[in-house]
């Protein structure tokens, strides 16, 4: 049993490339054949992608509420499901759904080749300031500036020269396009042989964009993190999203995630998988209200189960859980997108 609850997300994952690949594979073969740079501009290039649409629906009502024609927005949709008409101020290209770093380069080095600033954001990273483009026009007016990092990442750190640094991490960053991928030729793909201090936990593996960080660094380049206390009122994200997307993606009804919610045995709470899903379903079921609000109908995902449903599940092992186990970012979150929208 517990080998069929652990081994079922690993599946989930390769059916949905395999599947979404009859939907996004010959428009990604034509992306390639007529790879078209966005025109030449000051504007900051933007980039996400997306796996889940309502979740896109949502992260474009926000990112066009409160950056306005600030910045020209592409989007690769890699589940072929996005309607382009619902997000007429961005260009999307369907997508096949390689690896994150594998998108983001292909963006920052062919689509925003004719800008100096692209900018990487994850779609469960909400903007909600227009002030995140001030910081970056403000930034980038240092020329040895290399990026600028809007949510670092908190559980290790480099160690250069005995200097403790934060890794900047790819959720949401600028680029000096022309530095990091020109001048430099860097890469923002994964690498084994991360010795780097932990602080929660010891690293094994850099991930995408960490290695290309410490070589800016080393080289002496400014890689800016916004401080933490500014960075409260410019975003909310969830975390850890996509493994929850894809069982949605997997099961047809709510009984089947409500079954792989319930079959583990209880100990199984005490590990990280079986809440990383819980509390990511409960974000997708806000991002549905969220969608609802907008379109005036929910978005079908029938094998969502409902808040109440995995609210009794989380009540019901909730003393299986570590302490560090906790709703408290996930309610967070959705209380800032509700007021945001």
């Not at 790879?35 to 649409?53: G, H, Q, V, W």
């Not at 024609?69 to 096949?96: M, Q, W, Y």
Request: net charge positive; proline share 7%; with cysteine.
């Amino acid at each position: 049993m517990v080998y069929d609850y652990v081994r079922l997300l690993p599946r989930a994952f390769k059916r949905f490339g395999v599947t979404r690949a009859f939907k996004t594979g010959l428009p990604t073969l034509k992306y390639y054949l007529t790879r078209k740079p966005l025109p030449e501009s000051d504007k900051p290039a933007l980039f996400t992608m997306n796996i889940l649409p309502p979740m896109m629906t949502v992260w474009y009502h926000l990112a066009t509420k409160y950056l306005g024609n600030r910045v020209d927005l592409t989007i690769f949709d890699s589940s072929g499901a996005l309607d382009p008409k619902e997000f007429p101020k961005a260009r999307i290209h369907k997508f096949i759904n390689f690896y994150a770093a594998t998108k983001s380069e292909e963006f920052l080095r062919h689509i925003a080749r004719n800008r100096k600033i692209g900018w990487i954001c994850d779609d469960d990273m909400f903007i909600l300031s227009g002030e995140c483009v001030d910081i970056i026009e403000r930034e980038f007016k240092d020329p040895n500036t290399a990026t600028v990092s809007f949510r670092p990442r908190e559980w290790w750190e480099f160690d250069i020269n005995g200097q403790r640094i934060q890794p900047s991490s790819s959720y949401s960053i600028a680029f000096n396009r022309e530095l990091v991928f020109e001048k430099e030729n860097l890469h923002l793909g994964p690498a084994n042989g991360n010795t780097n201090p932990g602080i929660i936990k010891q690293p094994k593996r850099y991930d995408t964009f960490d290695k290309a960080n410490e070589e800016l660094l080393k080289k002496g380049y400014r890689c800016y993190i916004v401080p933490k206390e500014e960075r409260s009122k410019l975003w909310a994200g969830y975390s850890g999203i996509s493994g929850a997307v894809m069982l949605l993606w997997y099961f047809k009804k709510t009984e089947q995630t409500l079954d792989y919610l319930l079959s583990p045995p209880k100990e199984q709470w005490s590990g990280n998988m079986l809440f990383g899903i819980l509390s990511a379903m409960l974000s997708i079921c806000t991002i549905q209200e969220l969608y609802t609000q907008l379109k005036g109908y929910p978005y079908p995902l029938p094998s969502l189960p409902s808040r109440d449903e995995l609210m009794k599940i989380y009540e019901e092992n909730k003393g299986f859980l570590r302490p560090d186990q906790s709703l408290e970012m996930v309610e967070n979150t959705s209380d800032r997108l509700r007021g945001a929208m």
